[in-house]
């Protein structure tokens, strides 16, 4: 792989500390005790549909990652395979993985080259906010996301801010993050990198294949199944000017499926997926005439490089693979209030995207080697104003998406009505259209076939809310409960051709619906939020073997609850629980995950005014390894990898 953007990176951190001024006088950062969750309060504001607000911030230090985040909000369930550190993806409110559009800092991370994306390799030590919108998607994210959006704000570059954490954990795994920000050409530059990682070998019970015969089981140690990575991140701002540039560097093991080939004599090392990826923005805000406009432009360039030297995860020869990424992109926002009653937004993006495969993938199996995509997105968005009180608000929005020429209009009408100082009724409907991407048109070479006959997907969702803000018997409350309903046509999912290969197929019909409840209760010292979800996602497709069986990935419940106490100004206590529903992994409904309940727990110590540390564990009762499955064969069998069990950690967090 290519290793110029390390260098690269170091000459720009050396040019940068030598231009650097000294940090004025910084006044003593006093203590925080923070006794709230992750989920933020202010939600309700942020738009006139479904969305959850995320801050990481308030629970630095207990290793979360950014699924383990996710899996706080409603709606959202996280899919996870060869446990902690793994490829790991979202569904929101029943959709596939690749439905959901994922931003940072504003621009699209989703590739044509990836099913969608993983989680797992989004860093959250610098991560401010994350926003998840469900059903209502704002003009502001172009690519219409089938209703369902995960924009994730890191850290802003502020003078007088610098933190270090450092944290360990069972089975290897460690993380260590650096913030800085200093003054530099008359702006703010924020500089932040992070290591992380693990070695994998957690243990667990191996059925040696047979899950029906107890008498051949054994204690095994997962093998060949770490990960490491390294990210940089730079971010400079100044009056109307911002620049970004980040940097990832990962390499993560892949071990064969667990049970019967889990043996170090079945095994060896040297199989692994190396990702180095990097992406460079710059952007302007400036006026014409009344109208506030921005402009930015941007590029990113990824490079997967896939080693199988002993060929022993079957692939056929399949030894070696690289994926070269690249994309360019330019975007333009303008908004203009008019009047006292409209405010009106418009967002348009064009940008490139290719990608060049080599390997065995090409050499042996023949087909494409290069690929290449252009897009334009465009949306408009009014905010009308209903009534004098401005209490009552319509948004309407329109979305134009082209690909190579083919383009469908999305439209989406939101209300949002605080009909009572403290109750808020939220709703909204539309369609959504989805153009298949490359990884579902053309596989992956190995055990995902072609099909480059796939139709765009097309879908319709509404939903009602009813939420409710104040203070209940000296208890700051607040409460949410949403009713939504989707249907697809034509929707891209992956589908079992016989025991080795799969192949991403249009599905006729799928109807989804569901409920979603969020609430947070506050008396300190006491905090409790919690969240809960059911829904049911079925296939509708007519004279089918599958018609009416739930749909794989999408569980009908779930359940997370948080509760924080603040023993003293200096102690906090936290304790999680979530539960999972029964999972199916087919169309079947004969491959599922079983039910399972996981409860976590921790403290926080502030040791003085800058440094806190924090002792935890998950998984406390060492429930994922009694999760039960029916076992198969082919892209199914990544059924067969347990997820990682009872985990300590230990961090600390100064602030300078």
Known sequence: MRRRIPLLAAAALVVLGLGARPVEAVTELPSVLVTAGALGDEDQDVSPGAVTVIVPEEVRGEFKTLPELLDQSVGVHVIRTQGRGGYTVASVRGSTSAQVAVYVDGVLA??????????????????ARIEVYRGHVPAAFGVSGMGAVINIVTVAPERAQGSLLVGLGEYGEYRSALRYATPLLGGDLLVATEFSGSDGDFSYLNDNGTPYNGNDDYEATRLN???????LLLKWSRDAWTARFSWQDRTRDLPLQAPGNDKRSSQRDGTRLETEKWDVALGRTFRVGDVDMSLQAGHLEQE???????????????????YKSDRDFLSLSASLPVGLDHYLEFFGTYSRENLD??????????????????????????????????????VPTLKWNDVDGEGHLSWSLAADWLFAPAWRLKTSFGRYHRAPNFYELYGDGATILPNEKLDWEEGSQWDLGLHWKGAWRSVETRVGLTYFHSEVDNLVEFIM???????????SDAEIDGVELETRFIR????????YTYMRALNKTADSFQYDKRLPNRPESAVHARLAYAASERLRLFGEVDYTGDNYLDQRE????????????????NLDDDKVLTVGVNDLFDKSKEMTFVPTSGAEGLAWYPLQGRTWLVSLLWKF
């Open 590 to 605: 004969t491959v599922c995950y079983s039910d399972l309940t996981v409860v976590n727990a921790g403290l926080s110590w």
């Open 497 to 507: 051709i016989n025991p080795r290969y799969g192949q991403y197929q249009n599905v």
């Open 304 to 322: 997967k490089e896939f080693f199988n030297p002993y060929n022993y995860l079957g692939q056929y020869g399949d030894l070696h693979n690289l």
């Open 524 to 531: 300190h010292p006491w905090d409790l939020t919690l969240s």
């Open 357 to 394: 495969v080599e390997g065995d993938v090409v050499d042996n199996l023949g087909g494409k080697s290069r690929f290449g995509r252009d897009k334009i997105d465009l949306s408009l968005q009014d905010s009308i104003t209903l009534n004098r009180a401005g209490t009552l608000v319509a």
């Open 110 to 127: 989703n590739l044509e080259s990836e099913a969608a994306v993983d989680l797992a390799t989004i860093p959250v030590e610098n991560v």
């Open 225 to 231: 199944n770490g990960w490491d990575q390294r990210n």
